[in-house]
Every structure is written in C-alpha cells, then in structure tokens.
C-alpha cells in the first residue's frame, strides 16, 4: 500500500481529434479502447488502495472507542455505593460529569465521522465516472480525487496518533499542533486530574478506597508505559581500608598456610572494615543478620555494579558441565573403603547411599575402591576374597539388606585402588573422577576428602561437578602425631589437608570439632547408626518393662586393636588405679595389627582384661553387656560409642570434642581425669541406664542424619535449584558472583593446578609417601574390571 500511496496525486491522458498516430478512425477507436483499459485498470487499482485505507481508519476509530468504553465501564464499576449521600456527593458528581459530557460526544463524532465518510467516499466514486461516453476523442481521466483521500487519510491518522499520545501519555502540556486535538481527550484528562486531586485531598471518602485505587493504577500505568528512565543513585568509591580489608579476607588461604588462623583474620577484617560507615541500601533486611564479612560483600558489589561491570565466569572454571535436563539429579558418593572391612568409611557412606536413594528428586551411585585378591587377602577378615567387582557388590548388598527395614534402590561403581601397609589404608590408583560418566556428573559427595586428593592426578571435582561436599571421617594428625617424627610429618600434613580439601570442594563437613579444621568447613554429626541397633534397644527396654533382666554381662571395650583406637589410653587407666578398680574385669573384642603387642603389655602388668576375636557389635554375644568403655581420644566420632547408646547400654568415654554430640544422652558419662573415669566405672556398675526416649532414638537414625547432612551441605538447596537464601549469607554468594571477581576461586584454581602438576611427577609422589605406580592403575585392574590400559585411554598423557 505505501508503494501505491507515493504515486503522483493526479494522471491525464490526452488523445488528439484526427492525427495519423493511430491511423484514421479505425486507429481512434482502437486508441481510446486502449486508454478505457488503462483508466479501468487505475481506477480499480485506486478503489482498492481506498478500501484498504477506510478498513484500516475504520480499526483505528473502533479501537478508540473501545479504549473509551473501558475505561468508563472500569470507572462506573469501581464505584461502589456510599453509605451517606454527603460523603459520596463529589465522586458521583465526577461519574455524572462523565455519562453526562462524554459519552452524548462520542456519540456526536461517531455520526458526524460516519456521515462525513460516506460523502467522502461519494464524491471519490462520482470523480471516476467516464464523461460522455460518445463523446469527443478527447478523453480525460482526473485522479484529483485521490489526493483528497490522502489528505483525510493522513488527516485522521494524525488525528488518531495524538488522541493515543494524550490518553497515555499523561504529560501536563496540551496538544496544541495545528490546532485539531480532540476536544473528548481534553475533557477525559482534565476530569481524570481533577478526579485524582479530590480523592487525594479529602479525607470524608475514606468508604470510597476502590475509587482512589483506580485512579492510582490509571497513574501507575500512564508512568511505566512513558517508560522514563530514573536517575541511578551515586555509590561513593572504596576506601583504602576496605580494599584492604577485602586483600585480607581473600589471602586467607595463603595466611593460613603461614599460620594464621581464620578467627584472627576475621577479627583483622572487622577492625578495618568498621572504620567506615557506608550505607549499602535502603532495605536493610538484607543486613540483618550480616556481619563484616557479609556488610563488606554487599559494599564491594553495590560498588562495581554500579560502575556496570560484571564478572565472567571463573578464570580457572570449566565451562561445560552436567546440565539438569530432568527432574532427576545424580549424586556421587565417593568413599576410601567398602566391605568386607568393618570400618567407618565402609558402613557409614553405604548407609548414607540408601537413605538418600529413597529420595524421589536423586538417583544415586556409590564409588567403592576395588582390591585386587592380594591386596583382598591382607585387609578383608576371614580370608575373604572375590574375584569380581561383580562378587563383592552382591556380598555387599547383601549385607544391607539383613540391616534395612526397605529395599536399597541405588548403584554401586568401582574404581581402582591399592592398599598401603605403612598407612594402612587404601589410596586411590588413577584418576578416579573419570569412573563417574559425565552424563552423571552432577553432585559429588567425597567420603575422607583429604585422603582421596592426596596423591589424586585427574580433572579437578570442581570442574566436572556442580557441587562437591566432603565428609571428614578420621583425625589423621592425631595418628600420625603418634609415629617416628610425628611433629613434622603432621606439619606437612595438616597444610596439604588444607590445600586439598580448598581445591577440590565446595563445602567440608567435619564430623566433631576433633578434626582439623579446614577451610570451607563446618562441625555437624551427618552420621546415624543401623536401625539393626536401634531394635536392639526397644528390645531390651520392652523386656525390662515386663520384669526380665535386662543386662547379664558388666563391661566391655570394642574396636580395631591398633594402639591409636584408644588401646593405650584404656592400659593406662586400668594400670594406674589398678587397685582402686580391684574386682573389676573388661571383656575386650577386637583384632588388629598391634594385637599381639597390646596382649602382651597386658600380661606383662597383669590387668583384668579378658580377650576375644572382633565381632560385629550386633552380634547376640554383646547384647548382655551393660557398660561400654571408649577411652579413644583419637577417633572423630566413634560408631562404636553411637551404636551401644541405641541399645541402651551405658557409656564411658573421655570428655573430648569427639564425644560432644553424644554428652546429650543421660546414659553418656564422661571424665577429665583418671579419678573421675574410676568414678563413672563404679556408678555404671551400681544403676541401671535409663530407657531412650523417642526423641533421642531419632536423633541417633540414619533418617535424622541424612536430614542434618541435606541442610548443612546445602544439598537440598541444590537439589531445589535454590542456591542461595534471600536475607541470609548467601546473599553475599549470589551478589559476589553477579558483580565482583573472587580472589579466592582463582586461588582454588591455583592451588589445583599446581596440585595436579606436583602429583604427575613419580619422584615427588613416592617421595611423599605414595604407593609405587597409582598414578595410574595397572594390569590386574585392567584384568579385573574390564578396563583399557591407561596408554590407550590416554595415548597423550602430560606430567
């Protein structure tokens, strides 16, 4: 249309009364049948443009009037009836002024546009009528008319344009161009100010609130459609001790590795950043709970937003990742032993797979190291062995089973690994992150975080997972305290615990405050005991409550006979108040390296302690007993201890930042001193433990565990796609990855690289203690598990 539009406005056409150009009459008729067809083919063609051109005025008038009709029916409906005609006389008078005035208007111009459109388009038609039609030779066809159409075309949409820009507008200034402003718009928008200055002003309409809110939604609206940009407000720049400040919070890790705890610099952080008083924000909810550390996030953030910069990702982040492409997430449990080793990486994490497999939002699959049959031979009891990853997944379900109260509904994975004689523990052979598909790589829960990165030379957890939590099971400086040049070896180990554990997760969840403390870290016992113990002990407490003996046996100590399971610590006791403890005996069930040394020292001193192979402490021998002595001042939180309050049983155990979560139970009874634990031996043996109360048998569940481990390692946010909470830290999180670039993800970064570049090296891994050749797995792996050698999964292999 706008192509037809830009013709010139009028077309003649001259044919002369008897030249030769046509030849004689003949050639006349012919040149005037021509020019009939041609002034035919332009006057359909501009009937069409005409049409088209009404139809679309047309549109534009009806939707007018229907913006009109809206408005005033909205206005009529949201008045509701006064209860006094006094207080309801001026809104009313503003209804009536609008029935009145306006609507008899609309209705005016509607019959004056349609009359004034009929003529229009008559005279237009009457304009293309052939005059005479044998007539002279001389033919004249006049377009004229359809400039006229054009003119009240463009007229009306001119007219349109500002009556849209004055009803939405809401601008003070009249429409003053050539003078054709609609005289309804001017009444509309006079009266609507008019309106809303009453209903501002006066206070006796306060039963018309619904009237008020129109017009405040009517202002509301007419202000974002203008969409007028607000000035942003100044943000005053950082001042030296803030940057200061935020060099010291970042450098933590690096300050830590010189020695300086994390609470001095915190308290370093506030000292400098309380020198200044910025206001961060109008709504101060975010700060409620927020210390320095929060305050200055929020300042550092506000600051570079408002300069408009945005941080990329990480300089060290991996871009591609597991994307959720359902509703399932996949959790990884990644542990540093598996059964048959009756051990607490091997029990707790299998209980933890179950318990978070019964959830509907995860699928999950738990990683186990697999022993080849020598290495089988010196760390499973028994003589047990198998031949297949295969065997040992049945035998460990198995076992689940006879202790489950449902159906386990997860996987099992095996990775490489070998057993070390002088640590005596399993460290991992290969990277093992690359046992877990990338199709599943999602959340990643590292069983003994520190143990698994030691010697670990693969891709960073971080990188292939979204999420990665670690559980600190065992206080390795404790242990290794106890061997030749303890004091230095703990030194070397407790910063490359730090280094690790920094570079490989997201969140550490350390069992009892008798771990090290490691960066990223909080204190919550994630663990429960087997609902086989808690049966247990509603046994018993029913058979005491229908008057049969509860308890036959006195007292009894449980645990791996190494010196480091509290061993010593129990020959010392019983060896210093030997006659204090005159009459009593122990019944001790353990076996281990260092039993036939701790027998020995035994005999030597002649105490009263009775020996026995390891059992499982649930096996019917042990029910009887009704004291349990845990002297271990070296374990994180013992299994062992947990397991005999779920049957009721007293127990005796040192007043030791490993005990804390048990010291809540009545039947817990814990010493400073040795004269103190002959106490606590003598009460035991005189009173009966109290029965458990419902409550505290669910504090000692797997289903109370696993909730405190969803919360504290923010798994259930993740799974919820909720990572941060408003108002709470991790506010701080979310505006520090929107808007300022974090010195401590580029450390992290750091730190892994020069992890992974320090481990490729064989001299520098077995001059650190590792197990000859598991930088990568070997042949019997390859054999066992069906693997590819590692030259062909890796044919170009650096460091």
């Not at 002279?136 to 500002?162: F, K």
């Amino acid at each position: 249309m706008e192509a037809r539009a830009s013709r010139p406005p009028s077309f003649s056409v001259s044919v002369g009364g008897g030249g030769g150009g046509f030849g004689g009459a003949r050639g006349d008729d012919s040149a005037f049948s021509f020019l009939s067809k041609g002034w035919r083919e332009v006057r359909d063609s501009a009937t069409a443009d005409l049409r088209l051109m009404r139809a679309r005025a047309d549109s534009l008038r009806t939707l007018a009037d229907r913006e009109l009709e809206h408005l005033l029916a909205s206005a009529s409906a949201s008045a509701p009836q006064p209860p006094q005609p006094l207080a309801a006389g001026a809104p009313i008078a503003e209804l009536e002024f609008v029935r009145t005035r306006i609507q008899p208007k609309i209705s005016e111009l509607r019959r004056r546009y349609a009359s004034q459109e009929r003529d229009l388009g008559r005279r237009v038609l009457e304009g293309w009528a052939p005059r005479g039609a044998g007539g002279p030779a001389r033919a004249r066809v006049d377009l004229s008319g359809i400039t006229a159409i054009r003119n009240a075309i463009v007229s009306e949409a001119g007219v349109g344009e500002r009556w849209r820009r004055a009803a939405w507008s809401g601008e003070a200034e009249a429409e003053a161009e050539e003078g054709k402003e609609w005289e309804v718009v001017r009444m509309i928008r006079d009266g609507i100010k008019e309106f809303e200055r009453r209903s501002q002003t006066s206070e006796i309409f306060e039963g018309l609130r619904s009237t008020g809110e129109l017009v405040e939604k009517f202002k509301s609206s007419l202000k974002s459609f203008n969409m007028e940009s607000q000035e942003s407000k100044e943000v005053p720049p950082l001042d030296v001790t803030e940057i200061l400040a935020n060099l010291v919070r970042q450098s933590e890790p690096f300050l830590d590795q010189l020695g300086i705890r994390k609470d001095q610099c915190d308290r370093l952080v506030e000292a400098l950043y309380r020198k200044q008083n910025h206001s961060l924000s109008e709504d101060t909810s975010l700060l409620e709970n927020a210390n320095s550390s929060d305050e200055l996030d929020l300042r550092i953030a506000s600051v570079l937003q408002s300069t408009g910069y945005r941080a990329d990702d990480g300089f060290w982040s991996e871009p591609a990742k597991y994307e959720v492409s359902d509703n399932k997430r996949h959790v990884a449990i990644v542990t540093t032993a598996s059964l048959p080793w009756m051990t607490g990486t091997a029990v707790n994490p299998l209980f933890r797979a179950a318990y978070l497999a019964k959830g509907t939002k995860q699928d999950v699959t738990l990683v186990v190291p697999w022993l080849c049959k020598s290495d089988q031979e010196l760390v499973y009891p028994n003589s047990l062995t198998f031949s297949s990853p295969e065997e040992q997944e049945t035998y460990i379900r198995n076992w689940l089973e006879e202790r489950l109260g449902f159906e386990s509904n997860f996987k099992i994975s095996f990775y490489p690994g070998k057993f070390s004689k002088e640590r005596r523990s399993i460290i991992p052979a290969g990277d093992t992150s690359q046992f877990i598909p990338s199709r599943e790589a999602d959340i990643a829960i590292l069983e003994e975080p520190e143990h698994l990165n030691w010697y670990h030379h693969g891709k960073r957890w971080t990188d292939k997972f979204n999420h990665v939590v670690g559980v600190v099971h065992t206080n390795y400086l404790e242990y290794i305290k106890r061997e030749k040049n303890g004091a230095l070896q703990a030194f070397l180990v407790k910063h490359i615990n730090n280094w690790v554990t920094r570079a490989y997760c997201d969140k550490v969840l350390r069992l009892s405050a008798a771990t090290q403390d490691l960066p990223k870290s909080i204190v919550c016992n994630v663990h429960g005991v087997n609902p086989k113990f808690l049966k247990i002990g509603e046994k018993i407490t029913a058979d005491r409550e229908s008057g049969e003996p509860s308890f036959s046996k006195g007292a009894y100590f449980l645990g791996k006979m190494v010196w480091a399971k509290g061993y010593r610590e129990l020959i010392d006791l019983m060896a210093k108040h030997k006659s204090d403890l005159e009459g009593f005996k122990l019944d001790v069930y353990g076996s281990g390296e260092d039993s036939q040394e701790v027998q020995s020292t035994v005999r030597k001193l002649d105490l009263s302690l009775n020996f026995f192979k390891g059992r499982d402490h649930a096996d019917n021998s042990l029910h009887g007993y009704k004291v349990f002595i845990n002297p271990s001042i070296s374990d994180v939180l013992c299994t062992a201890t947990a397991e005999a309050l779920a049957m009721g049983k007293f127990v005796i155990c040192a007043e030791h930042p490993s005990n804390e979560f048990f010291m809540s139970f009545p039947n817990c009874l814990t010493y400073k001193t040795s004269e103190e634990f002959v106490a606590r031996v003598k009460e035991a043996m005189d009173r009966e433990p109290q029965p458990l109360t419902p409550e505290q048998r669910y504090n000692l569940s797997w289903e109370a565990a696993t909730e405190r481990f969803m919360e504290y390692s923010d798994l259930d946010k993740v799974l919820n796609n909720e990572v941060v909470q408003p108002g709470q830290a991790g506010t701080r999180n979310k505006m520090r990855r929107i808007s300022q670039p974090n010195l401590s993800d580029i450390m992290d970064g750091g730190l892994a690289l020069a992890h992974r570049c320090l481990t490729g090296s064989e001299v520098l891994r077995l001059a650190t203690g590792a197990i000859p050749g598991t930088r990568d797995y070997d042949k019997q792996h390859c054999v066992d598990m069906g693997l590819l050698p590692p030259q062909v999964q890796q044919p170009v292999y650096g460091w």
